[in-house]
């Protein structure tokens, strides 16, 4: 039987790199006024227009209205709206664009800029609109709205301190770390203070990156503690047990007071403190433990406008939105996050066990109880003010998703997407596979035609806690996955133990052993995948991954060389000492504990049991996952004398996939591919369906 010539591929590389993986021209960042008939967000003009504009869509008329242009704003040299703020009302926004501070009023009027004395990060007008504080040079800074009485309200006082910033609350923020959170009054704030001097340089390659610091696993995190604020620059800080708790996970300011949520090193137990905005005192008003860790779900803790306390109980398989303490979601609905409370009326988003491959809307009210918001296949989420639903459904048809506004009793109100339409049309198949019902998607190519040969295979996961591969929304990885499969590889990404979405057990598998069931589950998918279809040659496996990917591909091959027989590893973490502190010892422990966990989770001890081919790649400028993992096990890998490629990226982050090298990386890793799993791909089979 003849083998049909691969055909041209469309050049997905190259529009990933012009549409920043298909997020320009996606409508983001919603703001909805207490009046529920205007909402703000951040688009740009068109799917290849780098630069976020901030717009106003009036619901009443269905018009939208440019508030803000970074074109206009700054001709010479424009740079896009990453994030903004406003006041209560919404008519206050402050913004900022190259480091300058910028304000707006929505009712109209021209964007003015505010002198500053310096570059300038995360400005929050007050409630009232009055004034707006900032973080410049490390200092907490205030001032008047327009531009007037700046001030710097906490000053760090050494080069290792800075105030208004506080990482690790990035954990419960849906929107990303907070480190400073105004009174509703407006007369007070809750202030972050960060003291890094303990630790550790970041370990470089060589005199790379001066200053940058880095909590790696088992050495010193920074220092986090709170301070109420007043407006003459009087501190007060916030007291508790810093030394069982040294993890600020979250914090805020609402109708009831400001508070703080608070965790141990091996984050077994978090606390939810109200904090006494006098004396800087704190109550424990809810605490929660885990034999394994505790996990955060963003939008959690949170109170209630009547005083309802708001958290999470892991029970029977099911992570449950509790009130009170008394869980108010049904079991097999898996609590995904908080998305905002209004009143007394929650909302939230959660995935059903049957199907995590999708995510809904809920809300929750004393009197209606659980209700389903959404509706489609989609990965849904969402934000409510004002008797406004703003909803986002990132489904199946194309990158980007839907949005619209919905108000009880008028029609909805499209928000629009100028995402780009992808070049590569997408062949997949949803699969579930094995005893445990493994949720995967199986590429093909395009040009494939059942019957006419057996195609490698290549394995394409992520593996890790932080995100899911399989899901229905068509995002810029499954086009990936497809431009892989277009090579003349069967590509299939499965969701393994250990990923989010399928409940608290679920995830806790990978406790104490990062790769064991990771691995079986990846071999499993396969094996199952296989069985459904013939046409997947399981004598030609390839496996590739990213970070956590990344290091899953390489246990993978120095593991399991008879299942996987070629890898490409990027950006993997292969000394897990080498990692972030918070990130790893939930899943190892710490080291002085659990020394045992770390040496078999090892990868650079593994070295010695590569037999099959493996290409790693790392950017050189990764903020997340330091290089030296790629250096140190490469190093190792020729002590050992295995043979290996190498491919370092200057210049390049944690995530190359939009950079400029995003052609060149992913042409070279197809051309390693092919060269050790067989050519174009393609076996042809003979007349009785076996290889000939």
């Known amino acids: 039987m003849s083998i049909p010539p691969i055909p041209s591929i469309p050049p997905l590389p190259e529009q990933l790199v012009r549409t920043d993986r298909f997020t320009h021209g996606v409508p983001a960042h919603f703001t909805i006024t207490p009046d529920g008939r205007t909402v703000l967000f951040l688009r740009s003009r068109a799917g290849s ?174 220092d986090v503690t709170l301070r109420i604020a007043g407006l003459n620059g009087r ?40 904090v006494d905005p006098g004396d800087g005192r704190t109550t424990v008003l809810h605490e929660q433990r885990d034999d394994h860790w505790v996990q955060l779900v963003p939008g959690l803790p949170a109170r209630t406008d009547s005083g309802a306390l708001l958290a999470h109980s892991d029970l029977h398989g099911t992570r449950r939105l509790t009130v009170d303490g008394v869980p108010v979601t049904p079991p097999g609905l898996q609590l995904r996050s908080l998305l905002g409370v209004e009143a007394d009326e929650v909302l939230f988003a959660a995935s059903e066990s049957a199907e995590p491959t999708e995510t809904h809307l809920y809300s929750y009210g004393h009197t209606a109880g659980v209700r389903r918001l959404s509706s489609g296949p989609a990965v849904h989420s969402g934000l409510r003010r004002g008797g406004t639903l703003v909803q986002a459904a990132r489904g199946p ?8 506004a919905r108000r009880k009793g008028k029609p909805a109100v499209a928000i629009p997407s100028y995402a780009e339409q992808p070049v590569l049309d997408v062949r997949l198949t949803r699969l579930l596979l094995g005893p445990r019902e493994l949720r995967a998607r199986l590429h093909l190519p395009s040009w494939y035609r059942a019957g006419s040969g057996r195609l490698p295979v290549l394995a394409d996961p992520y593996g890790g806690a932080a995100a899911q591969r399989v899901t229905v929304e068509s995002d810029w990885r499954v086009l990936v996955s497809q431009w892989f499969a277009e090579h003349g590889f069967a590509v299939l990404a499965a969701d393994g133990r250990g990923t989010p979405g399928r409940g608290p057990e679920w995830e806790r598998e990978v406790h104490g052993d990062l790769f064991g069931v990771a691995i079986d589950d990846q071999v499993t998918a396969l094996r199952e995948a296989a069985r459904l279809h013939p046409e997947l040659d ?119 996939i939009g950079h400029p090298v995003t052609g060149e990386l992913m042409e070279r890793q197809v051309h390693f591919l092919q060269r050790h799993l067989g050519g174009s791909g393609v076996v042809p089979l003979s007349p009785s369906g076996a290889e000939g």
């Open 49 to 222: 227009d780098p630069l976020t504009c901030l717009w106003a869509l009036d619901l009443d008329s269905g018009a939208e209205r440019l508030v803000a242009d970074p074109v206009t704003l700054r001709r010479q040299r424009p740079t896009d709206i990453g994030t903004y703020a406003t006041s209560r009302s919404g008519d206050l926004v402050a913004f900022v664009l190259a480091g300058e501070l910028w304000a707006v009023r929505v009712a109209g009027g021209r964007p003015w800029r505010l002198p500053t004395p310096g570059p300038v990060s995360d400005p929050r007008p007050d409630p009232t609109g009055h004034r707006i504080a900032y973080v410049a040079g490390g200092a907490l800074r205030l001032m008047d709205a327009d531009g007037t009485a700046d001030r710097a309200v906490a000053e760090p006082g050494a080069p290792d301190v800075e105030f208004g910033t506080a990482v690790h609350t990035a954990a419960t923020a849906p929107d990303g770390p907070l480190g400073h959170w105004w009174s509703p009054d407006g007369t007070q704030l809750l202030i972050a203070r960060t003291d890094s001097s303990r630790v550790h340089p970041w370990p470089a390659l060589d005199a790379e990156a001066p200053g940058r610091r880095f909590a790696a696993v088992g050495t010193p995190n920074a």
């Open 235 to 274: 501190l007060t800080q916030a007291s508790w047990d810093r030394e069982a708790f040294e993890y600020v996970v979250g914090a805020g300011w609402d109708g009831h007071g400001p508070y703080a949520v608070v965790q141990s090193r091996d984050q077994c137990t978090v606390r939810f403190l109200a």
């Open 397 to 404: 048809d194309r990158p980007g998703g839907r949005t619209q």
């Open 538 to 656: 399981l004598g030609r496996v390839g496996i590739r991954g990213w970070s956590f990917g990344g290091s899953l591909a390489t246990a993978a091959v120095l593991r399991r060389p008879d299942v996987f027989h070629a890898a490409v590893a990027g950006a993997g973490v292969t000394d897990q000492r080498l990692y972030n502190a918070r990130w790893r010892e939930r899943s190892l422990g710490h080291p002085d504990r659990f020394p045992e966990r770390y040496e078999a989770c090892s990868l650079v001890r593994d070295a010695p049991r590569l037999v099959r081919p493996l290409l790693l790649m790392h950017g050189l400028d990764d903020r997340n996952v330091p290089p030296l993992n790629t250096v140190r096990l490469s190093d190792a890998l020729r002590d050992a004398g295995r043979p290996h490629e190498v491919f370092l990226m200057p210049g390049v982050g944690h995530q190359p």
